[in-house]
């Protein structure tokens, strides 16, 4: 018989598999193209189509599987691999399994932790208390954040439009989204297991390489929506709050102050914490430093224009890093936007589930690029860029 769970539940089989508490393979029907740009990590690519024969000999001699073994099936939104799973049962594999919703399923996978902070944030009795959630889009390594404070009245501490939904009713703390994805039902999720109530919502800039969900979820909730204030510049079609450079919102009693780091955009912003964490969207990560080309094209043309383009906003990003992010205490916990998730679905040396983190003193050191004097860091930003 066969068994259906949702992408969720794969997600738990997997963690229990890494850590040996389960033993199965995952057989992707999709085909080999599909399979090549984005799958699940240690996958096996078997091309299956519906209404087509299919092989058991064939399947057994490519892939090494027999009936005594544990199969996970997926495709692209679960109806192949649902069919795959019906031939695997009739060919007496006694353990089959099929991810509902497939791969379209799995790109909406999350994982919430905590990040941890130096000892000294909120350290005294009469400081308010403070956490800065991480929420991780497993597939994407996408990461976004739920910064959650006390409950003093502040700039945030926004009363949700009548009958909204901003979190826990009656909470005792308040809290801001940052960098929310499509799934803004995360970030609620997150704020009713801290019994705080959404305030407000911001972005740390305007995302060219995913869909921000920030617009969407405020609305939702009836709160405000922040971005940085040169996001005016960039024709945003969609309301929005400008946070000036410098311009600090009080998080339940928590200091969340905007610093202007241009480069990967025009409108990038950081976000300082309670000096205890910053939150620095796309500009720095935990071992690499944001891209230019998203907004900032080094081709087309006669290569003049653009490449010059490409050129300052490398140099704005090295001002950004070193004027500004580097410049924070060496103890500062950096929380990123992204962690790298390549076509074969690994992540490098992030576990997902923990958190992803560096501190600004680990950086400094730790990132090759940031040692680079201004002139040798915009060559090689420009000089990695995608033709």
């Known amino acids: 018989m066969v068994e259906t769970i949702s992408a969720d539940e794969f997600r738990d089989r997997i963690d229990e598999r890494r850590r040996g508490e389960r033993s199965f393979a995952v057989v992707d029907t999709r085909p080999e193209e599909s399979f090549e740009g984005w799958r699940v990590a240690d996958a096996i690519g078997y091309f299956y189509k519906p209404f087509h024969e299919f092989d058991i000999d064939d399947f057994e001699r490519e892939t090494g599987f027999s009936p005594g073994d544990s199969v996970i099936t997926l495709c692209a939104k679960g109806k192949a691999s649902d069919d795959f799973a019906a031939e695997l049962d009739a060919a007496g594999y006694e353990d089959v399994t099929v991810v509902a919703d497939g791969m379209r399923g799995w790109s909406a996978v999350y994982d919430r932790t905590e990040v941890p902070l130096p000892d000294a944030a909120g350290a005294t009795d009469a400081a308010p208390p403070l956490d800065v959630v991480q929420v991780q889009r497993r597939a994407k390594g996408c990461l976004?954040?739920?910064?959650?404070?006390?409950?003093?009245?502040?700039?945030?501490?926004?009363?949700?439009?009548?009958?909204?939904?901003?979190?826990?009713?009656?909470?005792?703390?308040?809290?801001?989204?940052?960098?929310?994805?499509?799934?803004?039902?995360?970030?609620?999720?997150a704020a009713a297991e801290y019994d705080a109530s959404i305030a407000a919502v911001l972005d740390t800039h305007v995302h060219a390489d995913h869909l921000s969900g920030g617009r969407a979820l405020a609305d939702e909730l009836g709160v405000p929506y922040f971005l940085p204030a040169a996001a005016a510049a960039r024709d945003v079609a969609y309301r929005f709050e400008p946070v000036d450079r410098n311009e600090t919102l009080d998080v339940g009693g928590i200091d969340l102050k905007a610093l202007a780091t241009p480069g990967h955009t025009d409108d990038g912003a950081s976000y300082l914490v309670g000096g205890a964490a910053v939150l620095?969207?796309?500009?720095?990560?935990?071992?690499?430093?944001?891209?230019?080309?998203?907004?900032?094209?080094?081709?087309?043309?006669?290569?003049?224009?653009?490449?010059?383009g490409a050129a300052g906003a490398a140099r704005r990003l090295y001002d950004s890093l070193h004027g500004t992010l580097l410049a924070e205490p060496d103890?500062?916990?950096?929380?990123?936007?992204?962690?790298?998730?390549?076509n074969d679905g690994t992540t490098g040396g992030v576990e997902p589930g923990e958190p992803v983190f560096t501190t600004v003193g680990d950086a400094r050191h730790e990132i090759g690029i940031l040692g680079l004097d201004a002139g040798d860091f915009v060559d090689r930003i420009t000089g990695t860029l995608p033709e």
């Not at 969207?281 to 490449?307: I, M, Y």
């Open 144 to 189: 976004g954040y739920l910064v959650v404070g006390g409950r003093e009245p502040g700039e945030a501490d926004h009363v949700p439009a009548e009958g909204s939904a901003s979190g826990s009713d009656g909470a005792d703390r308040v809290a801001v989204a940052v960098d929310v994805s499509r799934h803004g039902d995360e970030w609620v999720a």
């Open 331 to 342: 103890d500062a916990v950096v929380c990123p936007g992204h962690f790298a998730v390549a």
């Open 280 to 308: 620095t969207g796309d500009t720095l990560f935990t071992d690499s430093v944001g891209r230019t080309e998203l907004q900032f094209s080094a081709g087309g043309g006669d290569g003049g224009e653009s490449n010059a």
